[in-house]
C-alpha cells in the first residue's frame, strides 16, 4: 500500500494561511481518498475480469474452495453450519446470475449477491409475469423442502415480496429475471419503505453507477438483519422473520482500482424517499460490525483494508 506521508506532509508545507480548519479538514481526507484510490490501483487483483483474487495474493479470510464460486469477489465469507445453504443460480448461456446464503432453520435469506458490469446490464427482455399455471413467487428448486415454507409465507401479510437481487438489474434474459423471483431472493418489506428509500437506493446502484464510465464491474451484496434478535422488527404467525434494517455492500472495480461503501437502513413504515441518501452512508467496516458479516472476504489483504476502512462519497458522486 502507497503510503499517504507524503501528500500529507505536502499538504503541511504548503498550507496557505487563510484556509479555515474545515477547510483542511477537507483536503486531509480527499487527499487520503487519493492515496487509497491509488493503492488500489497498484494491486493487480482482478485485472482478468474473473471477478476472483490471483492464487499469490495473501487472503487470510478467503472463503473456502469447495466450489469456484465460492471464490468470487462479490461473495461474503459463508457462514457455514449444515443448515446455511449457499445456493448459485446461474444460466447456461451468461453463467453465474445470482448467489444467496439461506438459513434452513430460520427459513430466510441472508443476502444475495451478485455483479453488474458490461455483459450482464443490457435491457433485452422484459420483467418476468408468472402464466396461468404459475406462482409468481415460486419456491427455490435448490432449496430442500424441509428448509422452506410449504406455501407462499408473505401471502395477505401486509409484506411486499422485497427483491434483494432486483428484477431491474437482471433484464438481460428471461430466465435470469424469473429467478429473481424465487422466495428464496425475497425479504419481506412495508410498502412504503420497499417503493420508497429502498427504491432510491436501487437506483442509485442500478442506474447511476452501473454504467460503462463509472464502473469495470459492480460487486453487490444485500439483505436484511435475521440473525442478532434486536435487529429484528418482528415475526409474523407463520414464523417469517421481518428484518429491522437493511443493507448493501458495494465494491467498484474501475481503471483506478477499487472503492466500497455501505448503506445501513432501518425499515421503518415512513416515506423517507426524499432523505439525502449520503445519510445511511457507512464504511464496510461499520457495515461488518453492525452485521457481523465478512463482506469481501476474497478481496487480497492489503486491498480489502484499504478499501473497507474509510468511506470516501464524493468519488461516488454523493454530497
Not at 434452513?104 to 441472508?110: E, F, H, L, T
Not at 410449504?150 to 411486499?160: C, E, I, N, Q, V
Request: aromatic content about 12%; overall charge negative; proline content about 5%.
Amino acid at each position: 500500500m502507497r503510503s499517504v506521508a507524503p501528500f500529507l506532509a505536502f499538504a503541511k508545507k504548503n498550507q496557505p494561511q487563510n484556509l479555515t480548519p474545515l477547510i483542511m479538514k477537507k483536503l486531509f481526507f480527499l487527499l487520503i481518498g487519493i492515496s487509497l484510490l491509488a493503492a488500489c490501483g497498484d494491486d493487480d487483483s482482478d485485472n482478468t475480469g474473473t471477478g476472483t483474487t490471483p492464487k499469490a495474493s495473501k487472503n487470510i479470510n478467503a472463503n473456502p474452495t469447495l466450489r469456484p464460486e465460492y471464490s468470487r469477489l462479490e461473495m461474503p465469507h459463508i457462514k457455514g453450519g449444515s443448515t446455511n445453504l449457499v445456493v448459485v443460480h446461474s444460466t447456461a448461456k451468461n453463467g453465474v446470475n445470482y448467489i444467496v446464503e439461506w438459513d434452513g432453520m430460520k427459513k430466510s435469506q441472508r443476502w444475495s449477491c451478485y455483479t453488474l458490469d458490461r455483459s450482464n446490464s443490457p435491457k433485452n427482455v422484459s420483467r418476468w409475469y408468472a402464466g396461468s399455471s404459475e406462482e409468481q413467487y415460486p419456491k427455490d428448486p435448490d432449496i430442500p423442502s424441509a428448509y422452506t415454507f410449504d406455501s407462499d409465507p408473505y401471502w395477505r401479510t401486509g409484506y411486499d415480496h422485497g427483491h434483494i437481487c432486483p428484477s431491474y438489474d437482471r433484464l438481460n434474459s428471461i430466465e435470469e429475471n424469473k429467478q429473481t423471483f424465487y422466495l428464496s431472493n425475497m425479504q419481506p418489506q412495508r410498502n412504503v419503505f420497499n417503493a420508497g428509500l429502498w427504491a432510491k437506493m436501487e437506483q442509485i446502484v442500478s442506474r447511476t453507477w452501473n454504467t460503462n464510465q463509472f464502473r469495470d464491474t459492480l460487486y453487490v451484496c444485500k439483505g436484511g438483519t435475521i440473525d442478532k434478535e434486536e435487529q429484528i422488527l418482528t415475526r409474523i404467525s407463520n414464523g417469517l422473520i421481518v428484518p429491522r434494517y437493511f443493507f448493501m455492500a458495494i465494491l467498484c472495480k474501475n481503471s483506478q482500482g477499487y472503492k466500497a461503501l455501505g448503506f445501513w437502513v432501518e425499515h421503518l413504515n415512513e416515506d423517507h424517499s426524499n432523505d439525502n441518501i449520503i445519510n445511511y452512508v457507512v464504511s464496510i467496516d461499520e457495515l461488518e460490525r453492525l452485521t457481523d458479516i465478512d463482506f469481501f472476504c476474497n478481496l487480497a489483504d492489503d486491498v480489502e483494508e484499504a478499501t473497507e476502512k474509510i468511506v470516501y462519497p464524493v468519488s461516488w458522486g454523493l454530497r
